[in-house]
């Protein structure tokens, strides 16, 4: 077990078996399992392991289990401005490409669900602090009512009377 650091002119372990002429799911399993840093990114290009599978990962079973395990953002950009879509779709490989595709949107739907819930989440909170507010207010009518009664007046004329003697007040 060790962090996996760039070792081999500047790639890691599991960039190069990504990269390599045959590479095989197990041994990518395998640097997963031994918790192998798969966010790095390739300091001269900043293409993250995701960028780099896309480019030259041969194998579609390593390329979907990186998308689908790597947690990283499908959407990010190296310094070139290519996304990972954008290097499937100039290398020609529609089964890479369609599988990215289909991860974004799917990505982007927990996004929106993620927004629903959270605009539902907030109405709830403003149902909440409007039915607060509304017993803060019944409770507040019910002590001025109490008040009213017992000056023998409605609850309108004793408002006045404090509106005046604020006024004054100041």
Not at 7 to 25: N, V
Not at 38 to 65: Q, R
């Amino acid at each position: 077990s060790a962090p996996f650091k760039a070792e081999c002119q500047g790639y890691t372990p599991l960039q190069l078996a990504i990269c390599g002429k045959k590479p095989r799911l197990a041994i990518v399993k395998g640097l997963f399992a031994k918790e192998a840093n798969h966010l790095v990114k390739e300091s001269s290009t900043g293409n993250t392991i995701l960028h780099l599978a896309a480019e030259y990962c041969t194998e579609y079973d390593v390329f979907e289990y990186l998308v689908k395990n790597a947690r990283v953002d499908l959407f990010q950009r190296n310094n070139a401005g290519d996304t990972v879509l954008t290097i499937c779709q100039s290398r020609g490989d529609a089964k890479f490409t369609n599988l990215v595709e289909e991860s974004q949107r799917l990505l982007d739907d927990s996004a929106k669900k993620t927004d629903e819930l959270m605009a539902e989440l907030i109405g709830e909170e403003n149902k909440t602090e409007k039915a607060r507010a509304k017993k803060k207010e019944k409770k507040h009518r019910s002590k001025l009512q109490k008040l009213a009664d017992k000056h023998g007046c409605t609850i309108d004329q004793l408002e006045q009377v404090f509106k005046e003697h604020f006024q004054r007040a100041r």
